[in-house]
């Protein structure tokens, strides 16, 4: 239902109040009647650290940027204040660790030889699993700097590109 409301009101309240200028106020928790509004036409209360509700104008740099017609995925982590991402703890952390330890393994000297090239291929299969593609393109980039060959982030390229090359197929 949610994902009609707006549309359904636009077309009954024209019907009920004809000739008359109206404002409807709706306040909602869901990102599908979100997204069928317009930014600058939307009102955001912000809960500060200290329990108050603040409102944010128009210039704040904590007011959300996208709405109308917005991936539901981006208004709940823009629009609805997610500070601590869309993905579950688990994948969260793995991602997290293979970050830190590519950070970690930049310079030759600061690598451990003896563990190096077995870790180096856990975090090969960690990126290879990830579902989202730009995370997984950017970390296979990251990996590939390691190394002396960009073998790894041609082959995530590659699937991604055989990946999007089928989607397109099935639409023809």
Same mark, same amino acid.
Not at 55 to 71: E, H, M, Y
Not at 100 to 112: C, D, H, T, V
């Given at each position: 239902m949610e994902k009609r409301y707006i549309n359904i009101i636009q077309q009954v309240i024209p019907f009920i109040f004809k000739g008359k200028n109206i404002q409807i106020i709706i306040?909602?928790?869901?990102?599908?009647?979100? &997204?069928?509004? *317009?930014?600058?036409?939307? =009102?955001?209360?912000?809960?500060?650290?200290?329990g108050k509700t603040e409102?944010?104008? +128009?210039? &704040? /740099? +904590?007011? *959300?940027? /996208?709405? #109308?017609?917005?991936?539901i995925s981006d208004l709940l982590a823009d629009s609805f204040f997610v500070n601590d991402g869309l993905i579950g703890d688990f994948a969260k952390e793995k991602i997290e660790k293979?970050?830190?330890?590519?950070?970690?393994?930049?310079?030759?000297? &600061?690598?451990?030889?003896?563990? #190096?090239?077995?870790?180096?291929?856990?975090? /090969? /299969? =960690?990126? &290879?699993?990830?579902d989202e593609p730009v995370v997984k393109i950017k970390l296979s980039e990251m990996i590939s700097e390691l190394e002396d060959s960009n073998d790894f982030q041609r082959q995530i390229l590659n699937?991604?590109?055989?990946?999007?090359t089928e989607k397109r197929d099935k639409l023809q």
């Open positions: 306040t909602t928790h869901d990102p599908l009647t979100l &997204s069928d509004i *317009p930014n600058n036409n939307i =009102v955001y209360l912000y809960k500060t650290t200290d409102l944010l104008d +128009q210039i &704040s /740099k +904590q007011r *959300p940027t /996208k709405t #109308f017609g917005a991936n293979t970050i830190e330890w590519i950070n970690n393994n930049i310079e030759l000297k &600061s690598r451990n030889r003896d563990s #190096f090239s077995r870790e180096l291929e856990y975090h /090969k /299969k =960690v990126i &290879s699993i990830i699937d991604e590109i055989r990946f999007l």
